[in-house]
């Protein structure tokens, strides 16, 4: 490992999200993305993956507030910005994909317009010139004729093409972070992979650091080169993807890798019982920290002679 | 565009079948004639034999599915009848009274839409609150006074007090005239409508594609100019348009307070005297004009919603 | 689920209304009909009379009390009503589509075009003026939007799976409308019944405005209302009090129903701690 | 050869579209085109293929929950669709079915036990507190407690949602489970203990299975035969290992090749199985880089044995 | 003030009845907003003369009367049309022919019924009307059949003259007439307006340029419009009577009138109570009826003594109304027997005057003597229709009662049908008697003085509640001048004298 270890585009530190003082949701949960480094975020359905991307853009809704800890976006943090600076962030250096292809544009907005919009906010840009980029930024999500589908509204897209859009929006910037929240959840596994595919190209090519927040085992071992786990409102296992995957750490880690029929595994002999979560984790040990976290920092740190 | 508008057109006909079908079984049934209702005053001018002659003359001895079946008749020719009163075309009776009619449905919904759709966003914005209770409150008084009221109050302070407006009357281009009259029409609807839009408005703020709108960075006044307005539009639609659909005979109260030349007053006015040809006649161009008005309403939707799917 | 500002409001005046309806009999110190005295018609509000006295010496105060009796009646009972024929043809309709439903939405689009204040006014005439013919004259009248709105929410969740698996276990339609689609209805349909309270208020008060409400003496907020239209300036406190008192009915039903609206509503729903 | 179960033939359901515009034609959507499948006893089908291809439309017409526009569907032999279906109460029995969305399939204004035991009471096989009893029963038998039997579905998770909705389609004793996506919307974590159950009640039931679904490790594991459906029509069709082990229509290929697998990723390059050779003059059809359009007619193609009962649609 | 009347100016007139015109054809319709714009627009053979209380010569210069007393030869005008057309003696007949036609069935037939051979044209026996004689161009000469001044028929607002050769089916939409005032504009539902005829028959008539007629139902909206110099005439209900009458600004310039209607509650003798006459007379004395006058109609009407009102030429200036004395009424009941129990409904209109407050204000007053009353509130065609069809227990309405006294207490005859005017059946050998001596009495004064008899006779067996007299009342603005007190209804002027003075806005000169 090399000791010129770049700082992280992003830090979160000790994140607290709560409803009010009393409604913990997440309980401190740390970590740091480095520049143009893919991070993803596993767990299961609430463990609080999505309202930790989502208090990272700062659009969390009340009654869900953050109660604690920090969140330094290249250096600077967050949390101390006024309003109209952390507008000026979202979208512009962060940028977020969500899930729902399907409700997540307006659909009264050709999705040309919902483009341009983004340069016209954040470039200054007319109308006109917007167009054009926009057109551009289109092609460059490989969506087929960008001039035409630029006028196009989003129910006449597929939801792979609207999710391609919600691609390009994000990306129309150039922004430094981009937020993935399960952007595959929804589309039909063959239109997952091309849609994985093109973010981990995209991002490759400008060097953006990329957040991507699934359930989905697969998808993450795809596209990730570090793996955070997320169980009850804490991160409680932190790995290179392949050492997770050669050897998950937490109980429940190793549950969630169990459970999952994989392909190719059965035989025409045998068709055994999954492995199922409960067999594994104790409740009592669910949402607990390991003992020892292992983050980028302390890696470089044991690297060091 | 015309064949769509020739299909609903078609459409129409059963719908205005039914409603003359409803009139006329109503009033059959209703006590009171038109012979009656011309010795209402009780000033003995008429002659009983004048006035056998007189329901001979329209037809009235004649059993009700003849009578029907000639209406029908007549109204496949559009011919809407003579009028029992005047003894002149039913249509010519109602022909001068819709363009006010219809101005003051439009500039009622003027006003109506003007208000309350802003006071809506208004509420909308910080659900919940005092403020949302209050401009809530301020809709719903316009609501529950009864228009009558309303009017008088209206006519006492704008024309009495300050002077500024006539009390009363109808001009056919003055603005001046119709302000009043379109204010006291319109509170209800636009009580009605701030309650809509508020709805409209926090279902479309919960939207997914306004958390979008919010991720890319758009300040509120874009996020509510750019994405909101235009989807709480859609929403708000078929209530404006049901509302303007239904203005028209509405008005009756108002009509007959500020001396309107309106379809609702004439519609009262022929109920009362049992003018069955006018009040026909003006239920027919009252349904028309509802129908029309949906199917503009519907061209409307096209137009603002890309996704547009009718049937 | 948190209670709302304008849900608390709207309670808080609808439990006053019914208060004064209910207690009437107690609380009012004259005969709402029979106490009328002409000699001391339009006497101001003073000790003697709370609220001042009509234009035939009557106490506004009894009246008010009275009349809310009748006022929440109407609105009441015409919204059952209403709510009941909207409820049954639009669940109906939507459930069945077809024929039917074209039926239904044509029966629904007249009802709406034409105006509702005539058809009132001829079934008034018909059945003659009082209480009953006015419940059923309301009743009949207004059931467009409940129907609508029965119709459109029914059309949603035909397609939903509970109701798909109720029909694969061979219930018939009757009893899926009943035991299925009607309880998830219901709140659109509370929501538009106590909307539909206040209108039926305001619409008794039309009637009256045009002769042929309640049977007079009998008090109604309408005709009290219409009664002193004339008294605008030489006894404003015939006219005042009644208006309040819908006012504050309406108000209430209204507030009451915004309050239910937000609170069925789920984005709002998450706020419950 | 016995009857199958099941026999699905030449099965046709079009839909009409709304207009593209208000002003627009008509238009027609061929849902499903000239479907034959065959259910045996005992077996899990599965049906799996893009969203959109037809997959629960075919499953609807087999619970009579949708009129096929041709075609007919045939329990042990006799028709169960056209003039002379049975009944909807006598149907019942025949299939009951499994929804894809755990929380929009239960009744969020009943309570549990008051959703199953009317269905014993319409069957008229229990009422009462016998009813209860069984309700109980086939609570504890989906892994539940005969308590729950007095909530409101709004307090189960989504899995228990769906060993509920399992519970109810079970409660009549049906011969055939149809399941709609029975784990795409829950958690890795409870797919698991939902196929466990699954695989059980077949164990110990006897039952058949059609189901449905796009995640095809979770087909692999549990199918006997599996069913490719695209754009409307079924392109391939065999025992689930010859259709794992050999996957040839280009579809069927691209789908499993799709599945993002932690394993194959980590340990390199994937391998995807070779496909069967084809015969000589035929081809594929339709091009498979385009979308469907519901408005024009396929080009005709057929089903061809590839192999021991194993079938692709090709064309001349 | 300057008496001579000044030229010029505009005058805004209200006509003030719930109902909108129902057409611009007088003839057409019966109903008296009509005739406020007919008023305007034509002129007939006589006209009323609201000073003198009798009909007077109109559109004939003189008249000689044969020896027999039934035959007439008038000297006709001078006169032209609104479009042009000269007046002669065809107009007359051709009209007169028209109002006559049972094909037409117009209302105004009925004034046609004093003239000779009506009878036949409308059976059908005769295609003309017989009586009608047209000497010359300039002359015509009428036949009657009785002697009664054939004045009262012919000066009806509904038996215009119209041009004979002006087309039928116009009259309603561009009328033609005789009147001081040609149309202009007519906004159905809200106004008519009118300019000057400069061809108008009489010398220098009209003074006004410029005549509107707002139509306005509503006397609170008036009562704006009027405070606020938008109109010039409102006619007052009952509480702006009252508050006008306090008003300094406003006191001065109000006209008021005993017009020619008695408001009554008439009682059906189908009810087994009100066959006994002391049942009837109990319910008079059990009202206090000057009580109601004073508070709920603010004395904007004359307490009524018998059926003739205070204007009628046979109004018994000594008679005494019912007083009220509820003991009396309570002893009359119980002699009849109904000491309790009595029960009946009212029908009745939402009037102010003549309608449901007033039953309100009633019943509580009969409930003091033990009779209960309650209110049926109807439209004002169904409470025709349920009088004319007999289906009622009692009703309260306001009829015409004048002027011609005869003509109006011939309605209580027992040969008159209730569908014509005799509403409660009612039926007394005694007052058929002395109706029919009236009838045939030539002398003027014996003829009131049976009148007058009958008139007492009828309130001693009270057939009906005697209410009120009407007083109509009307503001006008100071700069009118020439308004007339015209008991007929004082809503229906002579705008051809009506004038406005130099105080006037500049927007009226
Ligand atoms: N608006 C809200 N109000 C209250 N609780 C909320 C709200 N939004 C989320 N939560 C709670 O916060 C927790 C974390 O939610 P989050 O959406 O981050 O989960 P997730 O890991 O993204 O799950 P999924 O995989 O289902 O998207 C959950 O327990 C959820 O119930
Ligand atoms: N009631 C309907 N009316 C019109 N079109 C319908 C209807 N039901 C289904 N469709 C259409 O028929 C086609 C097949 O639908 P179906 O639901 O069977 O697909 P599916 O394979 O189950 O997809 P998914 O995986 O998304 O559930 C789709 O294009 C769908 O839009
Ligand atoms: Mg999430
Ligand atoms: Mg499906």
Not at chain 1, 93 to 109: G, I, K, S, Y
Not at chain 4, 130 to 140: I, S
Not at chain 4, 271 to 297: C, G, H, V, W
Request: net charge negative; glycine share 8%.
């Amino acid at each position: 490992m090399s000791s010129s270890l770049p700082d992280p585009v992003l830090s979160v530190r000790d994140l607290r999200i709560g409803i009010g003082a009393g409604n913990q949701l997440l309980h401190g949960v740390s970590f740091d993305i480095l520049p143009g480094e893919t991070y993803g975020l596993v767990g299961e359905s609430g463990s609080g993956k999505s309202i930790t991307g989502l208090s990272v853009m700062g659009l969390l809704k009340s009654p869900l507030a953050i109660t604690g800890g920090s969140i330094h976006f290249q250096g600077q943090d967050v949390l101390q910005l006024g309003k109209r600076a952390r507008r000026r962030l979202r979208g512009d250096r962060m940028a977020m994909v969500f899930q729902e292809p399907m409700t997540a544009l307006n659909p009264l907005v050709t999705i040309g317009r919902q483009i341009a919009e983004m340069f016209v906010v954040h470039r200054g840009l007319g109308w006109r010139d917007a167009r054009h980029k926009a057109v551009e930024a289109l092609e460059s999500v490989r969506v087929p004729a960008p001039e035409e589908r630029a006028r196009a509204y989003p129910h006449q897209l597929s939801g792979g093409m609207r999710q391609r859009v919600m691609i390009a929006i994000a990306l129309a910037c150039r922004p430094d972070l981009l937020i993935a929240d399960e952007p595959t959840t929804a589309l039909d596994v063959t239109v997952q992979a091309g849609v994985l595919e093109l973010i981990a190209e995209l991002c490759r090519a400008e060097g953006t650091a990329v957040l991507l927040v699934s359930h989905d085992l697969g998808v993450i071992a795809n596209m990730c080169g570090r793996v955070g786990v997320m169980d009850q409102g804490r991160l409680v296992e932190e790995q290179d993807t392949k050492a997770l995957f050669e050897n998950p750490l937490h109980p429940y880690t190793r549950g969630l890798l169990a459970a999952r029929p994989r392909l190719g595994s059965r035989t025409v002999a045998t068709r055994g019982r999954l492995t199922e979560l409960d067999d594994m984790v104790a409740s009592d040990e669910r949402g607990r920290d390991v003992p020892t976290l292992i983050t980028p920092r302390s890696v470089a740190a044991e690297a060091l002679p | 565009m015309l064949r769509f508008i020739f299909r609903r057109t078609l459409q129409m006909i059963p719908t205005l079948l039914a409603v003359v079908l409803i009139i006329f079984v109503i009033f059959s049934v209703v006590p009171g004639s038109f012979i009656s209702s011309l010795m209402a005053e009780g000033r003995n001018a008429t002659n009983a034999d004048v006035m056998a002659h007189l329901n001979a003359q329209f037809g009235l001895d004649k059993p009700w599915p003849v009578r029907l079946w000639n209406y029908l008749w007549g109204l496949a020719h559009f011919d809407l009848g003579i009028s029992y009163r005047t003894r002149e075309a039913v249509w010519g009776v109602i022909e001068p009274r819709l363009w006010p009619s219809v101005k003051l449905a439009l500039a009622a919904m003027a006003f109506a839409a003007g208000i309350g759709i802003p006071l809506g966003f208004i509420a909308a914005l910080k659900p919940g609150s005092i403020f949302d209770t209050g401009t809530m409150v301020v809709a719903v008084s316009g609501l529950s006074l009864p228009e009558f009221w309303f009017g008088l109050l209206l006519m006492y302070f704008f024309a009495l007090q300050l002077g500024w407006l006539p009390s009363f009357g109808y001009q056919p281009g003055s603005f001046r005239h119709i302000i009043l009259p379109a204010i006291a029409l319109g509170v209800s609807p636009m009580a009605l409508l701030a309650r809509t839009t508020r709805a409209g408005v926090l279902d479309v703020m919960n939207a997914d594609f306004v958390r979008t709108a919010r991720a890319k960075g758009l300040a509120e006044p874009r996020l509510i100019g750019a994405h909101v307005t235009r989807n709480v539009l859609v929403l708000i639609l078929t209530t404006l348009g049901l509302q303007i659909g239904s203005l028209m005979g509405q008005a009756i109260v108002i009509e007959k307070l500020f001396s309107w030349p309106g379809i609702g007053s004439l519609l009262v006015d022929s109920v009362s005297t049992r003018d069955i040809p006018v009040v026909q006649g003006t239920v027919i161009v009252i349904v028309l004009w509802f129908l029309v008005i949906n199917m503009l309403v519907d061209i409307a939707y096209a137009v603002i919603d890309p996704r547009i799917k009718v049937d | 689920m948190q209670l709302r500002f304008n849900f608390v409001c709207g309670l808080t005046l609808v439990v006053i209304v019914i208060m004064a309806a209910v207690t009437a009999g107690w609380f009012a110190p004259y005969d709402p009909i029979l106490d009328a005295d002409l000699m001391v018609s339009e006497t101001p509000p003073g000790s003697e009379y709370f609220l001042g006295t009509d234009g035939q010496g009557r106490d506004v105060f009894s009246r008010i009390l009275y009349g809310a009796r009748v006022s929440l009646t109407v609105g009441l009972v015409s919204q059952l009503i209403n709510s009941c024929i909207g409820t049954a043809l639009g669940v109906s309709a939507g459930y069945f589509g077809g024929r039917w439903d074209d039926l239904v939405n044509g029966l629904t689009n007249v009802m709406l075009a034409i105006p509702s204040l005539v058809f009132a006014l001829a079934i008034m005439a018909v059945l003659g003026p009082g209480l009953p013919s006015l419940l059923i004259a309301l009743g009949l009248t207004n059931w467009s939007w409940t129907c609508r709105i029965a119709r459109s929410s029914t059309l949603s969740l035909k397609n939903q799976g509970f109701v798909q698996a109720a029909k694969a276990a061979g219930f018939g339609d009757i009893n899926i409308m009943r035991t299925q689609v009607l309880p998830n209805i219901l709140g659109p349909v509370l929501v538009i019944a106590t909307l539909g309270i206040g209108s039926a208020v305001l619409a008794e008060a039309a009637l009256s405005f045009l002769g042929v409400g309640i049977r007079p003496p009998q008090p109604s907020w309408g005709n009290m209302l219409s009664d002193a239209r004339e008294l605008m300036r030489a006894a404003p406190w015939a006219a005042v009090f009644p208006g309040l008192a819908i006012f504050m009915t309406v108000l209430g039903f209204n507030l009451l129903g915004d309050g239910l609206r937000d609170m069925l509503d789920p984005h709002m729903r998450t706020a419950r701690t | 050869m016995s009857t199958p179960l099941l026999e699905i033939r030449n099965l046709d359901v079009h839909f009409s579209l709304p207009r593209k515009t208000i002003f627009g034609q008509k238009r027609i959507l061929r849902a499903v085109q000239g479907v034959n499948l065959t259910l045996n006893e005992g077996e899990c089908l599965s049906i799996v293929g893009e969203s959109g291809c037809g997959k629960s439309t075919t499953a609807l017409t087999v619970m009579g929950l949708q009129e096929p526009t041709s075609g007919e569907i045939l329990f042990e032999g006799k028709p169960i669709t056209g003039a002379d279906a049975p009944g909807r109460k006598e149907r019942a029995r025949i299939a009951q079915m499994v929804f894809q969305d755990p929380y929009a399939s239960l009744n969020p204004r009943q309570t549990i036990g008051n959703m199953l035991s009317a269905q014993l009471a319409l069957h008229e096989i229990a009422s009462g507190s016998e009813a209860n009893e069984r309700v109980g029963e086939m609570l504890v038998r989906v892994g539940l407690l005969p308590d729950h039997a007095n909530r409101y579905p709004h307090e189960f998770s989504g899995g228990q949602r769906q060993r509920i909705g399992i519970a109810r389609a079970l409660m009549l004793n049906p011969k055939i489970l149809v399941l709609d996506e029975p784990v795409s919307a829950l958690d890795v974590s409870i797919q698991a203990q939902i196929i466990n159950l699954l695989l059980d009640l077949q164990e110990t039931l006897g039952l058949s299975y059609i189901m449905i679904s796009h995640d095809l490790s979770v087909v692999e594991h549990v199918s006997d035969r599996v069913a490719v459906m695209y754009f409307g029509r079924v392109v391939e069709e065999g025992d689930w290992h010859s259709i794992f082990s050999r996957p040839t229509h280009p579809y069927t290929r691209r789908l499993i090749g799709s599945v993002p697998d932690p394993d194959a990723i980590l340990t390199g390059a994937r391998k995807l199985p070779p496909a069967a050779p084809i015969p000589d003059a035929m081809r594929f059809s339709p091009d498979l880089s385009r979308q469907p359009n519901p408005d024009e007619t396929p080009e005709p193609s057929t089903l061809v044995a590839i192999g021991d009962s194993h079938h692709v649609r090709l064309a001349q | 003030q300057d008496a001579t009347p000044k030229d010029g100016g505009e005058f805004i007139f209200t006509a003030p009845y719930g109902n909108s015109i129902m057409s611009l054809d007088i003839t057409a319709s019966p109903h008296t907003q009509d005739e406020i714009v007919a008023k305007a627009l034509n002129s007939s053979l006589y006209k009323w003369n609201s000073e003198s209380g009798q009909p007077e010569l109109a559109l004939a210069e003189s008249v000689e009367k044969s020896a027999d007393g039934k035959t007439y030869t008038y000297k006709l005008r001078e006169a032209t049309f609104h479009n042009g057309d000269s007046f002669d003696a065809d107009d007359v007949i051709w009209s007169y022919n028209r109002l006559a036609d049972p094909k037409k069935a117009l209302p105004g037939a009925e004034q046609m019924l004093q003239i000779a051979g009506v009878a036949e044209f409308q059976a059908g026996t005769a295609d003309h009307i017989s009586g009608l004689k047209k000497i010359d161009d300039r002359t015509i000469e009428i036949t009657f059949i009785n002697l009664a001044e054939p004045g009262w028929n012919l000066m009806s607002n509904f038996a215009p003259i119209y041009s004979k050769d002006y087309p039928e089916d116009q009259l309603a939409s561009k009328p033609n007439g005789l009147g001081p005032f040609k149309l202009v504009n007519y906004t159905p539902g809200s106004k008519v307006e009118f300019e000057k005829f400069d061809d108008y028959y009489e010398e220098g008539k009209p003074h006004l340029d410029k005549l509107s007629i707002m139509l306005m139902g509503e006397a609170a909206a008036r009562d704006v419009a009027f405070r606020n110099g938008e109109i010039d005439v409102s006619v007052l209900g009952p509480v702006q009577y009252e508050a006008y009458g306090q008003e300094e600004a406003l006191k001065d310039h109000i006209l008021e009138v005993a017009e020619v209607y008695t408001r009554n509650v008439g009682f059906n003798p189908n009810v087994e109570a009100f066959k006994d006459k002391r049942v009837r007379q109990a319910i008079n004395y059990a009202i206090d009826k000057n009580l109601i006058v004073e508070k709920l109609l603010k004395n904007k009407a004359y307490p009524a003594v018998s059926w003739l009102p205070v204007s009628s030429p046979a109004f018994d200036q000594d008679a005494k109304p019912y007083a009220y004395d509820p003991d009396k009424a309570k002893e009359l009941l119980k002699e009849a027997g109904f000491e309790t129990g009595l029960k009946f409904s009212i029908i009745g209109t939402s009037n102010e005057s003549w309608g449901v407050p007033i039953i309100e204000a009633i019943i509580p007053m009969l409930a003091r003597v033990g009779v209960e009353v309650s209110a049926e509130p109807v439209e004002s065609a169904v409470l025709s229709d349920k009088i004319l069809s007999d289906n009622f227990e009692a009703f309260i309405w306001s009829n015409s009662s004048g002027p011609d006294p005869l003509k109006f207490l011939t309605c209580f005859h027992s040969a008159t049908p209730q569908s014509a005017c005799n509403y409660v059946k009612f039926s007394n050998a005694d007052f058929d008697k002395l109706i029919e001596e009236a009838g045939d009495e030539t002398d003027a004064q014996k003829q009131i003085d049976l009148l007058k008899q009958a008139n007492n006779l009828l309130q001693e067996e009270a057939p009906v509640w005697f209410f009120n007299y009407n007083k109509a009342v009307m503001a006008y603005q100071p700069w009118v001048q020439g308004l007339k007190a015209n008991a007929m209804e004082l809503a229906i002027q002579d705008y051809e004298d009506i004038w406005i003075d130099d105080s006037a806005p500049a927007s009226r000169k």
